[in-house]
């Protein structure tokens, strides 16, 4: 019953996001990003095995959330009252900044992560995030919050992967993951939605697959990735590595690809530094979560050792994070 009510919250938290798709009025966008976040509560508090210290997790986001939310809405009260663009703008880009943990608001991603289950991790890192971004403003009526919007992606992009080196627990890793591609995904806004889609897409897809197996193997820290994941999923988690590390032809080197090409053809030379410095810390900290990873002793036998289901997840994986970067290329 309890897993019915998560699946039942979640759908309903789905549809709210989806809604926002097709929202003309910055307002209804407002009300569909609440009534998304409010059918979240129930799904990341509920837990199969119950935690004594889930409530923090969810009572820190829930907060931060609403507060995020107050800014946008008391910034379309604003334009509507006094039609004070620049103060309206203003507090709108906070809030959704807020809401996205974006750099410099990104402090109660971690700390909400850490207490999370590894379906709220997706779900409040990946899939909720990308409806957010795909209906945010890029506030091109005031320059000064559109350059502020703008450095507050690049500064994410490149502080993610400098606070995933220094990570202890695997949640937070995933939290500073999420940073460092939330950046990737507002950059991404300002060349087209096309490419907040299709990089969506494949990142929601790839950290699916990356949280269930590290669900699988109950892993807590990252110096104990490599006994605690299990041996038949090791095949999958270095595919998966070695894109999120933008090694070629991998999936995620040619999204990334994608967006410093588009900023070549702009001039853009603050975002192509920003994705390069991004991608080399990204794969010196993917690089020592290899290392770490295949240098212990495994939890279960090795590839092709699991259940069907399992060797299925695991093929899957590989093929998803492989072949499909040379299928993505070619759609651009």
């Known amino acids: 019953m309890q897993m019915l009510s998560m ?90 900044a807020l809401k996205l943990g974006m750099v410099p608001l990104h402090f109660w991603v971690s700390r909400s992560f850490v207490y999370f289950h590894y379906g709220g991790i997706f779900i409040v890192g990946a899939g909720q995030k990308v409806f957010v971004v795909a209906c945010v403003p890029l506030f091109s009526d005031v320059p000064l919050c559109a350059y502020a919007y703008y450095f507050m ?21 995933l939290a500073y993951s999420s940073v460092t591609h939330t950046g990737f995904l507002v950059i991404g806004s300002f060349f087209g939605l096309h490419i907040v889609y299709a990089y969506s897409f494949i990142y ?63 001039d853009s030379t603050i975002t192509m530094v920003a994705i390069l410095t991004s991608s080399l810390i990204n794969l010196i900290v993917w690089v020592w979560v290899l290392f770490i990873a295949t240098s212990s002793e495994v939890k279960e036998p090795g590839f092709l050792s699991g259940t069907t289901g399992q060797n299925v997840l695991n093929m899957s994986c590989i093929i998803w994070n492989l072949f499909m970067g040379a299928g993505f290329s070619m759609l651009y």
């Open 7 to 96: 699946i039942v919250f979640l759908v309903m938290s789905l549809m709210a996001s989806i809604a926002m798709l097709f929202m003309s009025s910055i307002f209804w966008v407002w009300v569909m990003t609440d009534v998304g976040t409010l059918f979240l509560i129930p799904f990341l508090s509920a837990e199969t095995r119950p935690k004594k210290s889930w409530f923090t997790g969810v009572a820190t986001y829930f907060v931060i959330q609403f507060f995020g939310s107050v800014m946008i809405l008391g910034g379309i009260i604003l334009d509507w009252a006094i039609e004070a663009a620049d103060w309206s703008s203003a507090m709108m880009c906070f809030g959704f």
């Open 204 to 266: 929601c897809v790839s950290m699916a697959f990356l949280v269930f197996m590290l669900w699988s193997g109950d892993c807590k820290f990252m110096k104990n990735l490599g006994s605690e994941l299990p041996g038949y999923y090791k095949t999958g988690f270095v595919c998966i590595a070695m894109s999120f590390s933008g090694f070629p032809p991998f999936l995620d080197f040619c999204t990334k690809f994608v967006i410093l090409q588009l900023s070549m053809e702009q």
């Open 153 to 173: 992606a690049v500064g994410s992009m490149i502080y993610g992967p400098i606070a995933m080196f220094n990570a202890i627990a695997v949640k937070s890793f």
